[in-house]
């Protein structure tokens, strides 16, 4: 059996938490895109677990893979393992050998295109953790590997290849000084020794192979994606996107499992209540025309906690956006849906959302192709009854009936639209303050 949980906003849906919740019936949990530039907040009987590259299912005793999908930066994998072992956990972590390797020129290069941009439009907004960059190498055969971290003859042979055009790409296009990101022996002593601890612990898997072999063994896996639909490389609002794919997709690609198998699945979507953004490109339905709307944002914002798990920088607020789902739902194919954050909502004197977008005169349910034409749209609103503040955690004890009308309203309108059904709806940020429906494990 796998599940397949996608973020079919724009990241920060939550999904940390049904990774969680659900991750206890996996025996693996694999990532199979991005980086650190993902943030999951953990909550686990009281303690809260901020991780940006470790999958969140390590939190709970489960295998964490990083499929060879994402990108990996070592310091980080490294400083996010020694923290959760000091808190006492024994995180089991192993890492695709296909997996790219985020380096120390990547980052630098990501910052410095950043700023490049930033006197036009394109500025993306990225988290400045050489996301970008690090794909640009995978796809130009010019990346270093996990795999190559294992050899150090590898390791230098291709530094001395790649690095002289990193510095090059930094001094002659850019007029600035390359650092000690393009020092070839300290990144090949720095690195070496990321690879010496990888192989001691037992870290590195062909991952593929291992997950088939835990497969035939009967076990679960979960794939785990990060970022959200919007933000795919290929199905999000490019260029403001991230350099992966967090879409379903991406599960089968970025793990050697194939097509079939994650489509055998359920894959779950997980939904924001409401919507946020970090970074540049459109929102249709922000919360931005009036003073009014600003102190909503304002409201819900902090209420929701909407600052970035990476960078702290506070999120854009806006409506739910129906067209956004409904590209989402068939992009990944839902099986189901979770939503989640519906308790931020409670107490307001309005709540709306984009039903369909007016372009062109003309209603329309999805979203257009390119991103200067979705800027164009103009939300169609839809309003809910509102709802009150009431004792979430008696809800998540008394279950689904329990919680208030209005607010089952708004849940019914979205699995209607999406035509899928509700699997849970999160209800604070402790996995017990989550109502349950069904596990898409029993399925
Ligand atoms: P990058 O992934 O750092 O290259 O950033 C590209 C875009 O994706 C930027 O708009 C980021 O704000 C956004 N992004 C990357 N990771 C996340 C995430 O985990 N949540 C929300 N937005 C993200």
């Given at each position: 059996?796998?599940?397949?949980?996608?973020?079919?906003?724009?990241?920060?849906?939550?999904?940390?938490?049904?990774?969680?919740?659900?991750?206890?019936?996996?025996?693996?949990?694999?990532?199979?895109?991005?980086?650190?530039?993902?943030?999951?907040?953990?909550?686990?009987?009281?303690?809260?677990?901020?991780?940006?590259?470790?999958?969140?299912?390590?939190?709970?005793?489960?295998?964490?893979?990083?499929?060879?999908?994402?990108?990996?930066?070592?310091?980080?994998?490294?400083?996010?393992?020694?923290?959760?072992?000091?808190?006492?956990?024994?995180?089991?972590?192993?890492?695709?050998?296909?997996?790219?390797?985020?380096?120390?020129?990547?980052?630098?290069?990501?910052?410095?295109?950043?700023?490049?941009?930033?006197?036009?439009?394109?500025?993306?907004?990225?988290?400045?953790?050489?996301?970008?960059?690090?794909?640009?190498?995978?796809?130009?055969?010019?990346?270093?590997?996990?795999?190559?971290?294992?050899?150090?003859?590898?390791?230098?042979?291709?530094?001395?290849?790649?690095?002289?055009?990193?510095?090059?790409?930094?001094?002659?296009?850019?007029?600035?000084?390359?650092?000690?990101?393009?020092?070839?022996?300290?990144?090949?002593?720095?690195?070496?020794?990321?690879?010496?601890?990888?192989?001691?612990?037992?870290?590195?898997?062909?991952?593929?192979?291992?997950?088939?072999?835990?497969?035939?063994?009967?076990?679960?896996?979960?794939?785990?994606?990060?970022?959200?639909t919007l933000i795919d490389i290929d199905h999000g609002s490019y260029p403001y996107v991230t350099s992966s794919n967090p879409t379903a997709g991406g599960?089968?690609?970025?793990?050697?499992?194939?097509?079939?198998?994650?489509?055998?699945?359920?894959?779950?979507?997980?939904?924001?209540?409401?919507?946020?953004?970090?970074?540049?490109?459109?929102?249709?339905?922000?919360?931005?025309?009036?003073?009014?709307?600003?102190?909503?944002?304002?409201?819900?914002?902090?209420?929701?906690?909407?600052?970035?798990?990476?960078?702290?920088?506070?999120?854009?607020?806006?409506?739910?956006?129906?067209?956004?789902?409904?590209?989402?739902?068939?992009?990944?194919?839902?099986?189901?849906?979770?939503?989640?954050?519906?308790?931020?909502?409670?107490?307001?004197?309005?709540?709306?959302?984009?039903?369909?977008?007016?372009?062109?005169?003309?209603?329309?349910?999805?979203?257009?192709?390119?991103?200067?034409?979705?800027?164009?749209?103009?939300?169609?609103?839809?309003?809910?009854?509102?709802?009150?503040?009431?004792?979430?955690?008696?809800?998540?004890?008394?279950?689904?009936?329990?919680?208030?009308?209005?607010?089952?309203?708004?849940?019914?309108?979205?699995?209607?639209?999406l035509d899928v059904p509700v699997y849970a709806v999160g209800i604070g940020p402790d996995r017990e303050q989550t109502v349950h429906l069904e596990n898409?494990?029993?399925?």
């Amino acid at each position: 059996m796998t599940v397949t949980i996608v973020g079919s906003q724009l990241g920060d849906e939550g999904k940390g938490a049904l990774v969680d919740l659900w991750g206890g019936d996996a025996d693996i949990v694999v990532r199979y895109q991005g980086g650190d530039n993902a943030g999951h907040t953990v909550v686990e009987d009281g303690e809260e677990y901020k991780l940006s590259l470790v999958p969140s299912g390590a939190v709970r005793d489960k295998v964490g893979v990083l499929g060879n999908g994402c990108v990996i930066n070592p310091r980080t994998l490294f400083s996010e393992l020694d923290d959760l072992r000091e808190r006492g956990l024994e995180p089991d972590v192993r890492l695709a050998k296909r997996a790219h390797v985020i380096m120390p020129y990547h980052r630098r290069l990501d910052n410095i295109e950043e700023e490049a941009k930033a006197d036009s439009d394109l500025t993306v907004g990225t988290t400045g953790r050489g996301i970008g960059p690090t794909y640009e190498d995978k796809a130009g055969r010019r990346g270093i590997r996990v795999g190559d971290l294992l050899d150090p003859e590898v390791l230098r042979q291709r530094l001395e290849y790649v690095v002289p055009q990193k510095r090059a790409v930094i001094e002659d296009v850019y007029g600035l000084e390359a650092g000690e990101e393009c020092d070839i022996e300290a990144l090949v002593e720095e690195f070496t020794e990321f690879g010496r601890r990888l192989s001691e612990e037992d870290m590195v898997v062909n991952c593929g192979d291992f997950l088939a072999e835990r497969r035939d063994a009967g076990e679960n896996v979960m794939f785990e994606g990060a970022q959200g639909t919007l933000i795919d490389i290929d199905h999000g609002s490019y260029p403001y996107v991230t350099s992966s794919n967090p879409t379903a997709g991406g599960a089968s690609t970025g793990t050697g499992l194939g097509p079939t198998v994650v489509g055998q699945g359920e894959v779950v979507g997980i939904v924001k209540a409401y919507l946020s953004r970090v970074g540049e490109g459109p929102m249709p339905t922000e919360l931005k025309d009036d003073d009014r709307d600003e102190e909503l944002a304002d409201y819900i914002r902090e209420k929701g906690g909407e600052f970035g798990t990476v960078t702290g920088r506070p999120r854009r607020i806006g409506w739910l956006d129906l067209p956004m789902l409904r590209h989402a739902a068939r992009v990944s194919g839902f099986t189901g849906i979770a939503v989640n954050h519906l308790d931020v909502l409670a107490g307001l004197d309005e709540v709306k959302v984009g039903h369909a977008y007016e372009l062109d005169g003309e209603e329309r349910l999805t979203m257009p192709a390119t991103t200067e034409r979705w800027a164009e749209c103009e939300p169609v609103l839809k309003e809910f009854e509102t709802w009150p503040e009431v004792d979430w955690t008696e809800v998540a004890e008394e279950g689904y009936e329990a919680l208030p009308d209005a607010a089952q309203d708004y849940l019914e309108y979205i699995s209607d639209e999406l035509d899928v059904p509700v699997y849970a709806v999160g209800i604070g940020p402790d996995r017990e303050q989550t109502v349950h429906l069904e596990n898409p494990f029993d399925k």
